[in-house]
């Protein structure tokens, strides 16, 4: 699987958009774009993933550039239960050969009142 | 909505004690899978499931066992828990490779 790098922390007004960023420059054309997040002594939650087209469902948008070396997960409207730490992931979903999930240290999102 | 869910969020055990983790998904995946989560060592899958009554290891299965009987439960047994078994334990299932966590256990093995 391909290495992302996210910044380590970012703070958001609560009700603005969170923006966040993911280089992953050395991702593979049959590799997806991925997110989780994990709140505080929690399991990991699926977002969202994409693989070059931009995605919208009812949580986040996903944009990836259109060179997919790089994306943006897009919060609308960030609220204090967005706080969390973000994980973006890039791999190829196959099954069997491929089943472990790798999350690296992904970016601490903080939601400002 | 996908819902995993697992038997405890949290739970202390002492040392040499048989632990069984259960783990319940409703949305009939064919896919389940039991991970640990440490500090600074992220998450390690243990073992996962394609099918009932199928099972494969993952990166770390030593001192831990599973049982897939029927679609929707997949458990892990710690068979003599372990001080170094204490843990965050993840199942996950899995729908067109994406896969979706359950709350998770805090082990605590004393």
């Known amino acids: 699987d391909a290495k992302t790098t996210q910044p380590t922390s970012m703070d958001c007004a609560e009700g603005r958009a969170a923006n966040l960023p993911c280089n992953h420059s050395?991702?593979?054309?049959?590799?997806?774009v991925y997110w989780y997040r994990q709140i505080h002594s929690q399991g990991p939650q699926y977002i969202i993933h994409?693989?070059?087209n931009n995605e919208t469902n009812e949580m986040a948008s996903l944009i990836i550039t259109e060179d997919r070396k790089s994306s943006t997960l897009i919060l609308p409207h960030a609220t204090l239960r967005d706080t969390a730490v973000y994980y973006c992931?890039?791999?190829?979903?196959?099954?069997?050969?491929?089943?472990?999930?790798?999350f690296g240290t992904g970016t601490r999102l903080t939601i400002i009142p | 909505d996908v819902k995993v869910t697992q038997s405890s969020r949290y739970l202390v055990k002492r040392t040499g004690e048989k632990v069984f983790l259960e783990c319940v998904q409703d949305?009939?995946?064919?896919?389940m899978f039991w991970y640990r989560q440490d500090p600074g060592l992220g998450l390690r899958l243990i073992y996962f499931?394609?099918?009932?009554?199928?099972?494969e290891k993952g990166d770390i299965p030593e001192g831990y066992s599973v049982s897939r009987e029927k679609k929707e439960r997949f458990s892990l047994i710690l068979e003599s828990a372990s001080t170094n078994q204490t843990s965050m334990y993840l199942c996950?299932?899995?729908?067109?490779?994406?896969?979706?966590f359950g709350p998770g256990t805090r082990l605590l093995v004393l």
């Open positions: 996950a299932s899995s729908l067109e490779e994406t896969q979706y």
């Open positions: 050395t991702i593979s054309g049959n590799e997806y």
């Open positions: 994409g693989l070059k």
């Open positions: 992931i890039v791999r190829v979903p196959r099954f069997p050969g491929n089943e472990k999930l790798t």
């Open positions: 949305m009939d995946h064919e896919n």
């Open positions: 499931s394609y099918d009932v009554k199928m099972k």
